[in-house]
């Protein structure tokens, strides 16, 4: 029997690109990185050159595939989800590459959400109407540079656009595009009423695929940049959010994948289409007969570098861990002080671009480690409400898999076990959406029978479970939490109309995955 094949899995993040090599026992061969810059040229803005990405997806590919001394069976894509970018009839940007933190939009997702078929949209696309999806940004694109908005030949997102510039196809998978607003997931076509609201029709989009279709090859110019055969065979990949749960190996009903970087997320993998009936969640295609739902949150790791710059500024920069052992002086639940950690506004399971970051219960006792223990809980309290919400879509929840940056901070890992009231696994390795897009890139190209085998691949490094008296004081204090943000909702909105009459505030920095 000859040696595993190899596949490249390629992650387009919001910051860099990373490639891994990958063989069918799920070793990792080879792995390189490329970074690029966030753009923020006006408050609400975060953009990034579409060029750029593509340069650094081409730079880490070659970087692996010269470190491997096996030959490479294919590559599988893995994108952040949300981005949207508009091309001329020849294929070059006429935009920027709008990402997922992007919130120029917001007055248009309010508005579009406030509206009765606000609702019966997220319902049948399965995109929350909020400023981070493509149809928001595209009514936007309309209402305020409709010149441009006529130029556009195609909308298309990150990976799409590097996929067209590497072998000439101009596709979508159904993955990023179940995370547009625009798809009709029961259908898997184009949803009519999205594009008209859109101003679009199903031409300025893509040609739909399934997340496991095989492209036939690099072009010549794109084989020579690369280092690879002209030939190498291209799996179209999915979006990063449901990669990672195929990446940590939560794989089956049930599991739930937790990610806490900057941002965090819950999702859990399902066999049919759907959300909440209150629309707390969002769905997202893995493959033809397996999706993902849940929540995104944009308030993870920036919650705590926020109060390390305005609690401990004296830490200086990179101390998580002086910040979490200074939070560890406080007793759980903080002395009764809860934060909001709408820091930069918030997704799941609200939605919402109104709200703000709130203390509530601040007294002349509280010092310092308790308000940074508070941001923590805060962080982990608001993905128990996503979880809640992942439940009241009819899903059972029997594990739950962590990783993310904030997975080396020993505080952070129990806070969450405790908050959820239920043990967190932890896998070795990190890899995520990069492994995810390998496993992927192997069940499309026959190298392996099903990409159930993850869970089998991804080992559990540890098991955190929960203190029984600590998890009985986070369940009385979650409701509460819970009750904060619809008490403050109309306090948020105050806020929002007076910012034009009060001295600015500092720029926000957009959350990074």
Excluded at 55 to 79: C, I, K, N, T
Excluded at 89 to 115: K, V, Y
Excluded at 255 to 273: D, K, N, Q
Excluded at 363 to 376: N, P
Aim: charged letters at 15%; hydrophobic letters at 45%; proline letters at 8%.
């Amino acid at each position: 029997m000859g040696d595993p094949a190899v596949v490249v899995g390629v992650d387009m993040g919001t910051t860099s690109t990373k490639a891994f090599a990958f063989d069918t026992g799920g070793r990792q061969l080879a792995t390189h990185s490329v970074g690029y810059p966030l753009d923020e040229p006006h408050p609400g803005y975060a953009e990034q050159d579409p060029r750029l990405i593509f340069d650094a997806v081409v730079a880490s590919v070659r970087v692996v595939v010269d470190e491997l001394a096996a030959p490479v069976a294919g590559l599988s894509f893995s994108s952040a989800l949300h981005s949207l970018i508009g091309l001329d009839a020849a294929g070059e940007p006429l935009t920027p590459s709008l990402t997922w933190a992007d919130s120029r939009a917001s007055t248009q997702a309010e508005r579009l959400r406030a509206q009765p078929s606000g609702l019966a949209l997220h319902l049948r696309t399965g995109t929350p109407v909020h400023p981070m999806a493509p149809l928001p940004k595209l009514v936007w694109f309309a209402e305020q540079q409709p010149t441009l908005h006529e130029r556009v030949a195609h909308w298309v997102g990150i990976k799409d656009y590097v996929l067209l510039r590497l072998t000439g196809a101009l596709v979508t998978d159904h993955s990023v595009a179940s995370a547009t607003g625009l798809l009709d997931i029961h259908r898997l076509a184009w949803d009519a009423e999205a594009l008209d609201i859109a101003g679009i029709t199903a031409e300025h989009l893509p040609r739909l695929v399934p997340t496991t279709h095989v492209l036939p090859g690099l072009t010549a110019d794109a084989a020579r940049a690369t280092g690879l055969p002209a030939g190498t065979p291209i799996v179209v990949g999915a979006g990063d959010g449901p990669l990672a749960n195929l990446g940590l190996g939560a794989v089956h009903p049930g599991e739930v994948a937790c990610s806490i970087g900057t941002s965090g997320a819950m999702r859990v993998v399902v066999e049919r289409p759907g959300v909440d009936p209150l629309g707390g969640v969002f769905c997202y295609a893995l493959t033809e007969n397996r999706w993902v739902v849940g929540g995104a949150i944009n308030n993870g790791g920036i919650v705590l570098e926020w109060a390390g710059g305005a609690l401990a500024p004296e830490l200086g920069k990179h101390a998580e861990e002086q910040l979490l052992d200074l939070a560890a002086r406080a007793p759980v639940g903080s002395g009764g002080l809860i934060m909001l950690p709408y820091l930069l506004s918030e997704r799941a399971p609200h939605w919402s671009a109104v709200p703000r970051g709130a203390y509530v219960g601040l007294s002349h006792g509280h010092r310092r480690e308790h308000l940074v223990r508070a941001a923590l809980e805060g962080v982990c309290q608001q993905l128990a409400l996503v979880l809640a919400s992942v439940r009241a879509a009819g899903n059972e929840v029997s594990d739950v898999r962590a990783s993310g940056g904030f997975a080396r901070g020993r505080l952070w890992r129990q806070i969450l076990a405790d908050v959820l009231g239920m043990p967190v696994q932890f896998p070795a390795g990190h890899q995520g959406s990069g492994f995810g897009a390998a496993l992927l890139g192997m069940q499309a190209l026959g190298l392996i029978e099903s990409i159930e085998v993850a869970a089998d691949l991804v080992r559990i490094d540890e098991t955190v479970r929960p203190d029984p008296a600590s998890a009985a004081t986070y369940a009385a204090l979650l409701p509460l939490f819970s009750e904060l943000y619809e008490a403050l909702v109309p306090t948020f909105a105050s806020l929002r109309r007076l910012a034009p009459s009060l001295p600015p505030e500092p720029p926000p920095t957009a959350p990074m995955t």
